[in-house]
């Protein structure tokens, strides 16, 4: 069946350090994909999403490129901030029963 | 408008207990999906309703079980609680099915501590 695999935390980085976050999924046809943010005490928000290869998705700095060829979809940002500390599930949706599949989660600490 | 509310935020229960949860979906959302998040397996799928009816269900055994009410409000349910059953279990509403990410919005979820 489909799955997300990410890379496990938590990671720990100085504030302004640039950051990947991994993500590999196992997917028949073509996913959607996705990054979710959740905040400590909140629920998850969709943070970006992908529809197709190579395609960009992108908000608040973080950006992450679908790559069919590697199946993968990591997560970047150029300049992390304290405020990015939070736990990051990478997603996708296989369209064929419209469940959404969420990898294990990566918790980010980001140090003033 | 008000987001999605999950009653209660916090439950400790014993052992063999059972427990229902809550789950108020924004205004005029009638999709309402459950998941259950725990360290060890990230987040994962329980089941999804819409207008009273599931559309989709998780691998997870028959003590876990839900409903949905004419107002959309939803409930879960979990029998013969086990130590395993600790986890944070969220609530995610959305306007129609199928489900999409965009329009989909979650609680602040329920944290389940079973000793």
């Known amino acids: 069946g489909d799955s997300v695999t990410q890379m496990e935390g938590p990671v720990t980085l100085s504030e302004e350090a640039f950051l990947t976050i991994n993500c590999t999924y196992t997917a028949t046809g073509y996913p959607s994909l996705f990054w979710y943010v959740q905040y400590p005490g909140e629920g998850l928000q969709l943070l970006l999403k992908a529809t197709k290869a190579d395609d960009k998705g992108s908000n608040k700095g973080f950006e992450a490129t679908y790559r069919k060829e590697t199946t993968s979809f990591h997560l970047e940002k150029g300049s992390v901030q304290v405020s990015d500390s939070a736990v990051y599930f990478c997603a996708l949706n296989g369209n064929r029963d419209d469940k959404i599949i969420f990898g294990k989660g990566t918790r980010l600490h980001i140090l003033p | ?115």
Request: hydrophobic fraction near 25%; charge should be positive; aromatic fraction near 12%.
């Open chain 2, 1 to 115: 408008k008000a987001g999605v509310t999950q009653t209660p935020r916090y439950l400790i229960k014993t052992r063999g207990q059972q427990v229902t949860l809550s789950c108020s979906p924004i205004s005029g959302h009638r999709s309402v999906s459950w998941y259950q998040q725990t360290p060890g397996q990230g987040l994962q799928f329980l089941f999804e309703y819409f207008s009273e009816t599931q559309r989709n269900k998780g691998n997870f055994p028959g003590r876990f079980s839900g409903r949905q009410f004419s107002n959309s409000r939803s409930e879960m349910n979990v029998s013969t609680l086990e130590l395993g059953d600790s986890a944070l279990y969220l609530c995610a509403s959305s306007r129609s099915v199928p489900t999409n990410p965009n329009e989909q919005y979650f609680g602040p979820g329920t944290r389940l501590t079973v000793t």
